[in-house]
């Protein structure tokens, strides 16, 4: 069980009276990560910010369930991709799918191979190209398995926070961290030999 210090004792019992210069303070200190994971969660920067204004709306409304067993912020990141995973449903429902939120992406079945309006594989993987690349194929996992690698290889979270944060045990959080990092390994190794045989052609001609 994590122990709350003396310091954030006295935040917690400050935002659960209410005090507005609190939760002001736990806004500006958890906006930017909460956005940046509900963002890579559900897609869309517009639903993204809608998700990430209610997730601070249920932490100020729910604050007084807080007990302390975790990290406040392993507490909100709960919060958070309960928040994202419900507005996925929604969008799902509106015809939606996640996958469409990146610009219509698409994975060929059990292929590994992207299609859509990403960097060609004859351009020079530089880290804003790669980064476009690891972000689409990041939306084509399973919803599972994109939490938890976002959680740990975007975010850093350790295991244990994100067995918490999911609800899930540790071996199930490294057993959908596996398979998606090696989904993503697939993706990344199709695209860069489609970058390799390019480059062979132009050399050979």
Do not use: C
């Amino acid at each position: 069980m994590t122990r709350l210090t003396d310091e954030e004792a006295r935040f917690i019992a400050a935002l659960r009276k209410g005090d507005e210069r609190a939760f002001n303070v736990l806004v500006t200190r958890f906006q930017d990560r909460v956005y940046s994971l509900v963002l890579r969660l559900v897609g869309r920067p517009e639903e993204a910010r809608d998700v990430a204004q209610e997730v601070f709306v249920t932490v100020f409304e729910k604050i007084h369930l807080f007990r302390g067993e975790s990290q406040l912020s392993t507490w909100i990141y709960r919060i958070a991709t309960n928040h994202a995973k419900n507005r996925l449903k929604y969008m799902s429902r509106r015809k939606e799918a996640q996958k469409d939120s990146y610009d219509d992406l698409t994975v060929e079945p059990h292929s590994g191979r992207l299609s859509a309006d990403l960097p060609r594989p004859d351009q020079a993987l530089d880290g804003r190209n790669l980064s476009r690349f690891l972000e689409r194929a990041l939306a084509t996992l399973e919803e599972d398995q994109r939490t938890v690698v976002v959680l740990r290889d975007v975010d850093g979270q350790s295991y244990e926070a994100i067995a918490e944060i999911t609800q899930q045990s540790l071996g199930t959080v490294k057993s959908r961290l596996h398979r998606g990092r090696l989904k993503l390994k697939e993706m990344l190794d199709a695209w860069m030999e489609g970058r390799d045989v390019l480059r062979d052609n132009r050399d050979d001609g």
